[in-house]
């Protein structure tokens, strides 16, 4: 149904799953659990800010009181905040059917993680591959279990730095944003073929919004920066709501393939309902994959130990 009109309304029931979303107090993150919530998930909203988390809580229940969530921290950019909430969540017996990498940073001034790693490239990539890895021996247990990848189309004709991967030599907040989402890209790409080799009833499946009116081209950029993005958003950006769709369509869909990638099915990509897209083909490059999966895995200290049934 990709690419005529799917919509949020036809997620099919999602009672007894388990959903874990990052980001999940604000922008696509927040719809997301909503819609979720709303079809019947279990939802975890791993979200930075408690606060915000339990208020984002609170809106989604008063409108769907038999809404089924848990709001717990996750900072994304600190690698202990990682495993800490990898850990509790396993302590208290949450087992995750689904995990969906949305939280992301978008072009702020330089910054580093607590580990030394440039913020966006933390953040949106290396947390994510860290909680993907330390969730995985539930995920691969989980019924119809799914890893969905955020990423933006700003990804196309971007790299990944390897001489610069920190940006402390020649920094830009658009050119180390687009590395970020180029990342996510090759990493998704390159867990559906590790998963396909292993036979592995995971499914590892990208989405990415288009232009969607969000809090994050206001939060990140600066200046000049700043003022273009919310004027982009008043004149062309989509509602957050249709934003998600391409996300919501890969977690919950039944006709999706591993490997497969969705975003908006309107023209250049920005706006619409999802249809299958296709990545930058330097991101389907093997040995950029290779590369990037062993300095992850050295970066963060983690593994992702995907096995046969």
Same mark, same amino acid.
């Given at each position: 149904?990709?690419?005529?009109?799917?919509?949020?309304?036809?997620?099919?029931?999602?009672?007894?799953?388990?959903?874990?979303?990052?980001?999940?107090?604000?922008?696509?993150?927040?719809?997301?659990?909503?819609?979720?919530?709303?079809?019947?998930?279990?939802?975890?909203?791993?979200?930075?800010?408690?606060?915000?988390?339990?208020?984002?809580?609170?809106?989604?229940?008063?409108?769907?009181?038999?809404?089924?969530?848990?709001?717990?921290?996750?900072?994304?950019?600190?690698?202990?905040?990682?495993?800490?909430?990898?850990?509790?969540?396993?302590?208290?017996?949450?087992?995750?059917?689904?995990?969906?990498?949305?939280?992301?940073?978008?072009?702020?001034?330089?910054?580093?993680?607590?580990?030394?790693?440039?913020?966006?490239?933390?953040?949106?990539?290396?947390?994510?591959?860290?909680?993907?890895?330390?969730?995985?021996?539930?995920?691969?247990?989980?019924?119809?279990?799914?890893?969905?990848?955020?990423?933006?189309? +700003?990804?196309?004709?971007?790299?990944?730095?390897?001489?610069?991967?920190?940006?402390?030599?020649?920094?830009?907040?658009?050119?180390?944003?687009?590395?970020?989402?180029?990342?996510?890209?090759?990493?998704?790409?390159? +867990?559906?073929?590790?998963?396909?080799?292993?036979?592995?009833?995971?499914?590892?499946?990208?989405?990415?919004?288009?232009?969607?009116?969000?809090? +994050?081209?206001?939060?990140?950029?600066?200046?000049?920066?700043?003022?273009?993005?919310?004027?982009?958003?008043?004149?062309?950006?989509?509602?957050?709501?249709?934003?998600?769709?391409?996300?919501?369509?890969?977690?919950?869909?039944?006709?999706?393939?591993?490997?497969?990638?969705?975003?908006?099915?309107?023209?250049?990509?920005?706006?619409?309902?999802?249809?299958?897209?296709?990545?930058?083909?330097?991101?389907?490059?093997?040995?950029?994959?290779? *590369?990037? *999966?062993?300095?992850?895995?050295?970066?963060?200290?983690?593994?992702?130990?995907?096995?046969?049934?």
């Amino acid at each position: 149904m990709t690419g005529t009109g799917w919509t949020a309304a036809d997620i099919p029931d999602l009672t007894d799953r388990t959903f874990v979303v990052t980001g999940a107090n604000s922008g696509l993150g927040l719809v997301t659990a909503r819609q979720l919530a709303r079809h019947g998930a279990r939802v975890v909203l791993a979200v930075r800010d408690e606060g915000r988390g339990r208020q984002a809580a609170a809106d989604i229940t008063a409108a769907h009181p038999e809404a089924s969530l848990e709001v717990r921290r996750l900072n994304l950019a600190d690698l202990e905040s990682v495993s800490a909430f990898a850990t509790a969540l396993q302590a208290d017996g949450v087992r995750p059917d689904v995990l969906i990498n949305n939280a992301g940073v978008m072009a702020p001034p330089r910054a580093v993680s607590p580990q030394g790693h440039e913020l966006q490239f933390a953040t949106n990539h290396l947390g994510h591959f860290a909680l993907t890895g330390l969730l995985w021996d539930s995920l691969r247990r989980g019924t119809d279990p799914r890893v969905v990848t955020v990423t933006s189309d +700003l990804h196309r004709g971007s790299r990944i730095h390897t001489d610069d991967l920190n940006g402390a030599r020649s920094y830009s907040g658009w050119k180390y944003y687009r590395q970020s989402k180029f990342a996510n890209v090759v990493f998704a790409l390159e +867990l559906d073929r590790r998963l396909r080799a292993a036979a592995s009833p995971v499914r590892s499946l990208l989405a990415h919004p288009g232009f969607a009116a969000t809090n +994050l081209q206001s939060s990140g950029p600066t200046g000049l920066l700043r003022l273009l993005t919310t004027l982009g958003r008043r004149l062309v950006a989509q509602d957050a709501g249709t934003g998600a769709e391409p996300q919501l369509y890969a977690a919950t869909a039944p006709d999706v393939h591993s490997g497969q990638f969705f975003g908006p099915g309107g023209r250049r990509e920005m706006r619409g309902h999802p249809t299958v897209v296709r990545p930058d083909p330097a991101a389907e490059d093997p040995d950029t994959a290779r *590369w990037l *999966w062993q300095r992850s895995e050295e970066l963060t200290g983690v593994s992702i130990p995907i096995t046969t049934p």
